[in-house]
Structure formats: C-alpha cells, structure tokens
C-alpha cells in the first residue's frame, strides 16, 4: 500500500521568505500525489496535483512542487510567503493503478508565518 | 466558494439527541464521502459511496449512519454520541471510482461537531 511521510509536522518562515514542505512518498509504481491546504474553519482545497504529464507542477497562489522519482519526493515550495498562506498542508497518494483510489493523507505540516 | 455545501456550519448536541449532517454537489461526481477531523490532523476515512451505493464503511460505530438519497446528497445521520466525537466532519465528493485515481477530491468547509 502506498504511504507519504511529511517531514516536520510545523515549519515556520518569515514573510517574503522561501516556503519548502516536504512530502516523500513509498511506492514502487510513481502514483499521483497532491497537495491540498487547509485554512482554519475550512475544509481542504486543492493546491496542486502529479498525475505524470510533467514533474514540475505549478497549483494555485503561487505554489509549486517538483516529482523527484529518483528521491521519491513531492516537495512544495513558495518563492514568497505571505502571511495569507498560514494554513495546514496535506500531501496526498493515490496508486497510478489497481487498488483503493482512495487517496491517503500525510500527517500534515503546520506552515507559520512571521511578519 | 467551495462547490460542495455543508449544513449545519455548527452543531452542539447532547448524548440522546439525533441530529444529521447534509452534504450537497452538483458537479455529477459520482463519489461521495464522510470524513472525520480532529485538530491538526489529517481527515479519517468514515465512508464512501459510489454511485449512490454504499462502497467503503471503516468500521465506524453504528451511532453514524451515513446515506445517499440521490447522485447530489449525502446525510450523515447521528445518534447517541459520545463527546470523543466531537469533531468536524468534512463531505467530499469525486468523479466516478474508474477514473478516481488521479481525481483530486473536493471538500466541503465542514461540520463543527461538539457533544455535550
């Protein structure tokens, strides 16, 4: 069964800095990963999602993540945070094929920004 | 605005109380589900429904007892809670299961849950 791992379940950054959350998947097939972000008293939207047309995934609100097959990673990066993107992030897996098409949620990363 | 609805946004009940929870899409996905969340933790699988059937149950107490009436709703009915089930409890739906592996779900802002 596939699983991600989320690596530092808070990461906090200044305004304007640099975002990176991480998300590495198990897997031996690549499956499709997401990410979705959560703001308090909402449910989860979807930032971005791989489904293998191409690695480098550009989503919503300047948000991107690269497939890294060879790391097994999915991570999220922001150039520049801002304060607005204080939220819960979630990566996410799917199988490519065969089994549950029910996606399984990584534990989540609490991202913190500074002014 | 999120496209799948949720009502109540709110809801405090007692032990003995009988409440439901509604969920409405009208995107024509085809699968529809019941999620758990506690604080800062990923959402629990509660249910899911495929074409209006009921397809996944994660072995969730009796006192949840979710249904389908159509291709757009999905109730949650509860009754004699505990106050471990307080939590929000989020709706989500999904094309069809055949084509459901690289379809990204779509959630509701959720139910506010507190048993007293």
């Known amino acids: 069964a596939q699983s991600v791992t989320q690596l530092g379940s808070h990461v906090s950054v200044s305004e304007g800095a640099l975002v990176l959350l991480r998300c590495n998947y198990s897997?031996?097939?690549?499956?499709?990963l997401f990410w979705y972000v959560q703001y308090p008293n909402q449910g989860l939207q979807l930032l971005l999602k791989?489904?293998?047309?191409?690695?480098l995934v550009k989503g919503i609100n300047g948000f991107e993540a690269e497939f890294k097959k060879s790391e097994t990673s999915f991570h999220l990066t922001k150039p520049s945070a801002h304060m607005s993107d204080a939220a819960e992030y979630f990566c996410?897996?799917?199988?490519?094929?065969?089994?549950?098409?029910?996606?399984?949620f990584g534990r989540g990363t609490s991202l913190i920004v500074h002014p | 605005d999120t496209e799948v609805t949720q009502t109540p946004k709110h809801l405090v009940m007692g032990m003995t109380n009988k409440k439901s929870l509604k969920c409405e899409q009208h995107?024509?996905?085809?699968?529809m589900y019941w999620y758990k969340q506690k604080a800062k933790k990923p959402p629990e699988l509660m249910f899911v429904?495929?074409?209006?059937?009921?397809?996944i149950n994660e072995s969730v107490p009796s006192r949840f007892s979710p249904e389908c009436p159509n291709s757009s709703l999905l109730n949650l009915h509860l009754h004699a809670l505990q106050p471990e089930d307080s939590a929000l409890y989020l709706c989500?739906?999904?094309?069809?299961?055949?084509?459901?592996?690289?379809?990204?779900?779509?959630f509701g802002n959720g139910t506010r849950l507190t048993v007293t």
């Open positions: 989500a739906s999904s094309q069809g299961e055949l084509s459901s592996y690289n379809s990204p779900l779509h």
């Open positions: 897997s031996s097939v690549p499956p499709y």
């Open positions: 791989y489904t293998s047309a191409a690695t």
């Open positions: 996410a897996v799917t199988p490519a094929s065969g089994g549950s098409y029910i996606p399984t």
């Open positions: 995107m024509g996905h085809r699968a």
């Open positions: 429904y495929s074409y209006e059937k009921l397809s």
